[in-house]
Structure formats: C-alpha cells, structure tokens
C-alpha cells in the first residue's frame, strides 16, 4: 500500500511517502523551490518523494490531500455574503480562483500530476484538515491511549478541537468554529505589530519576554483586549469581538483606526523601531494565550481522562504555551510531532488513509533528500573552494577548535529535516557561552531581528543538570524550558528560558558526537543550534544551497559530511 500525502495552497505546501504504513520521505516545497513557505503544488516535492523511494505516480494507491475543499468554499462563501459589500473586492480576487481550480481539486490535482506523469489512477481522497493534523501528531507520538489538542487559525471551518485517541482510532469530541479562533487572534497581533502573518508569528512569541511583566500598560493591554477583543471562557473557548476585526472579509487582519484607538498605539510597520508598548503588546497577547490554550488543555484532560497529551496544528509551534502545559503538569507526558504546522498535514492525511499501521511510527524528522560524498565534492570544487576531508574524531576535534575560538559553523549533514525546525542536519552551530554570540549571529549571519532567541541542543544525560525537565524531552524543539544555570547567555532569553532540543543518541549520533567532544573540552554539554538559512530564505537543501549561504554570510566555517571549509 503506497500513499501520498500533500498539502497546498495555502502556505507550507508539502509531500509524504507512506509504503505499507510506514514513512518513507517527505519534504517541504520550499525547500527545492527556494522561495519561503512557498504555497504551490508541491510539484517538486512529489518529484523527490517518489524518486528516493523508486517508484512512480503509477504505484501510488492513494493520493490524500490535507482537506475537504467544499466545505472549505463553503465557509468562504459564506462569509462572502454575510460581510458584503465589505467582502466584494475579495470576493471578485478569490472566488474566480476557487471555480477555477480548487473547488474541483481532484481535477487539478490530475491535472498538476499529469503533466508531469500521465494519467493518474490513484484514488484521490480528501482528510479533515483537523485530524490531518490530529492523525500526524498521534501516529508519531509513542502514546497507544492519548487526548489530542488541534490549535490554528482555521481549517474547513474548525478552529479548536479536542480528540480522543485510543488502539489506533482518533474520535472527535469537541470543536469551536470559525470565526472564533485562537490562531487568528494571535495573527490579528503579529499583523498589528508590524509583522508577516501566517509567518511571523513566532517573533511576537520571542518578543514578549522583553515586555514588562508587572508595568500598567502590559496589564492595561491585557483588560483592554479580555474587555473589546475577545470573551474566554472557563473550557478555553472564545467568542471574538467581530467589529474590531477584517479578516472575515478582507486580506487585513484587522480595522487599523479602531485598534490604534483601542490601545492608544498606532500600528507598526515593518523596518519600524520596536517600543517599550510593542514589547508589552506582544506579552499581553502572548501571556492571555498562554492562558487560553491550558484552559484548553484541562477540558481534553476532563473530558477525555487520557493521561497523555498530543499538541499539533499551527498554534503548537508557539513552545511557551506549550511548555507552560507542560510545567502545570496536568499531563503525565506532551508531545508535540516535529512539523506541528500544515506541512505536517501531508503526513497526517496519509497516515488516516493508511489501513497498515499497527506500531507506532518512528518519529526522526530526518526524512528528506540526502547527497553522498561524490556530489558533496563536486559541488565545492564547481564553487572554487578547498576542502579538508576528515575521519570522525579528528573532524569532531577541529570543529570543537573552532567553535571554542568563537567561530560559527555551518553544519550539512545527511537527510534534511522535515519541518519548520533545524534539528541538526542543515544547522548553525556556535558556543552557547558567548554573550556576543547572539548578537554576531542575528546580525552577521541570519540577518534578522536582534531580539530573536536561539536555541540549545543539549546531551540528553546532562539535561536535567541544566534544564527543568518536568518530565518531558523533546527532540524537536517544541517545549521552552527553564534554565537551571546562568552563563549560556546566547541561548538564554530574557525570561530564563530556553527552547531546548534534547537530543539522544540514537536520534542524530554525527551531532551527538560532536556535543560529546565539545562538552570534554569545555565541560558545557550544549551547543547553540540555528537553522541554516538567512532571513528570508527556507533552510538549505543541497550542497549547492549550503555554499551559497556559507559564501553571502558571516558563516565562518561550512561542514558537509566529513568536509571541513575554511574562510
């Protein structure tokens, strides 16, 4: 049994292979394309699924794509008439699209593939959007029995759902719709302060810390929204205050004049200075959602009695609320998959289409494109660059020389992750002690916001000397943690926490031996890991991809495979 998984049109567009219930490769779109969160059918990512695992369209059983489109139209319809005349500009935009193309998706699904393959026999069959996203989460986690928490902006029309998981079956027991929707008041926010929804919210995340958690203004931010924006309730559901919004009928997330009037503030604008008020804006908006999502948490808890906890959809990838449910310790063990995100859809919907799996699947993201050493080499000598091939340890040693004399390494290493997270095969390496290394690398190497945090990646057995566990490890950077000691300042954020890979061995043993080497010469058993790529541009891919940012970027060093380049 073949099944391919994808996802698109909307944002993160993405493929999954699953041959007889087990996942043989997936990629993100973006990712060969080269153009970030690219939407497109994900032509090419398909191209490469079906490639690494030798088979063709004609093998394929099962075509599952990551929603139902009718009903999606239905809900764009019908908010189309509601707000009109409001909804009339994006009604002329968006619904020629839809009768082209998308409402009958089987038909462009067909036809995307035939020109690429020929007549496509595959059935082609259409997945829930929230349990794709349940399915993917489920069906890695290593829980047989487990509640299911599914948080976005929007799927058909479901924007919150608790799922029951037993034996293999996940049961719908309860559902908010559209246009009541955690996820989109988060974005309402990341568009006010002067960043890119559907892409940015993760900066509004690491941007709260710097706000003041006991000053007026952030609690006045946060009695102004409870008061005009949005009514919570004790289950963790929401009903929001549609006058203050946009995004039912237009492509603004909100009215400008009416929020800048609300919070006294005037909308930022993107290369805008970030003020005192935007960073308490940003707390207010992320402490109230912290506080949603565990109001959430304990209705699944409640009605489900799992003892167990799955997180996914796009609103998972917000790691401080997630490792405040983990703090509360209402759950015996979380887990959040590795793509929590649409991408992970393409894998979800297969995985509900699949009738074969009966364990557990593995859960490495490490599922992409990999390149032997021969097209390694060819691509540096095409690029004019020298090169020292080096056995392990020696290679292990030099690196660790490196990074102690502060240098930044680019780090290329076998399959690509899948995924939004860097989890050390296409990473950014530096020292996590360095007090200036947060800086050199925002500025000099990922060109971005220098209020942005990185991340550790910790010795699974020295973990629990430096970070509060609370009975979790993730694998996938999913969690914030506490940090137990000072001194790793470049992964440290303001608030003492840090968004931690714990890493075992058996997960990624080039990098776990690298950590080892460095922890025996400096006796810190972490490094800072990043994801390889600048701002603006989706993680590194192929050799060719890695050189490329390695030459336009502060990058000091670029490892590939055993190769080691030196600027």
Known sequence: ???????????????????????????????????????????????????????????????????????????????????????????????????????????????????????????IRFVDHHLAHAANAYSLSSYQDAAILVLDAVGEDSTTSIYSTSDGKISLIQQQVYPNSIGLLFSAFTYFLGFQVNSDEYKVMGLAPYGKKDSDE????????????????EDGSIMLNTKYFSFMYSDKMVDDKKWEKLFGLRKRNEGDIITTSHKNLALAIQSLTENIICKLALTAKKIT???????????????????????????????????????????????????????????????????????????????????????????YEKITDLLCEGKVVGWFQGRMEFGPRALGNRSILADPRSAEMKDKVNSKIKFREEFRPFAPV??????????????????????????????????????????????????????????????????????????????GEPIVCTPENAIGTYLNSGLDALVMGNNLILK
Request: net charge negative; with cysteine; hydrophobic share 40%.
């Open 1 to 123: 049994m073949v099944i391919l998984g994808i996802t698109a049109y909307y944002h993160d567009s993405s493929a999954a292979l699953l041959v007889n219930g087990r996942i043989v490769t997936g990629a993100l779109e973006e990712r060969f394309s080269r153009k970030k969160h690219d939407n497109s059918f994900p032509t090419l990512a398909i191209q490469f699924c079906l490639e690494y695992a030798g088979l063709l369209l004609d093998d394929v059983d099962i075509i599952a794509f990551y929603e139902k489109p009718f009903r999606k139209f239905e809900r764009i319809l019908m908010d189309s008439i509601v707000h009109a005349p409001r909804s009339y500009g994006r009604f002329l935009k968006s619904i020629p699209i839809w009768l082209k193309e998308r409402l009958n998706m089987r038909k462009t699904i067909k036809r995307e593939l035939k020109g690429l393959y020929g007549q496509v026999r595959a059935d």
């Open 218 to 233: 952030t609690n006045q931010f946060v009695r102004i929204i409870k008061d005009n924006l949005v009514d919570v309730h």
């Open 305 to 395: 009695g799992k003892s167990n906890l799955c997180i996914s959809g796009g609103c998972a990838l917000n790691c401080a609320a997630s490792g405040v449910i983990l703090k509360s310790h209402l759950f015996d063990s979380v887990y959040v998959p590795y793509a929590p995100d649409d991408s992970g859809c393409a894998i979800g919907a297969a995985f509900v289409c699949s009738s074969m799996v009966n364990e557990k699947l593995d859960d490495s993201s490490f599922i992409g494109p990999d390149y032997d050493n021969n097209r390694i080499v060819s691509a540096i000598k095409k690029s004019g660059l020298t090169y020292n091939h080096l056995e392990d340890v020696l290679l």
């Open 458 to 535: 910790v010795l699974d057995k020295f973990a629990g000397e430096i970070i509060e566990l609370h009975g979790t490890e993730s694998e996938h950077m999913m969690f914030t943690y506490t940090m137990k000691q000072k001194g790793f300042d470049a992964i440290t954020h303001e608030d003492m926490s840090a968004r931690a890979q714990i890493l075992h061995k058996d997960y990624n043993e080039k990098l776990y031996a690298l950590l080892e080497a460095f922890h025996e010469k400096t006796d810190c058993p972490m490094l800072l890991n990043t994801s390889f790529n600048v701002m």
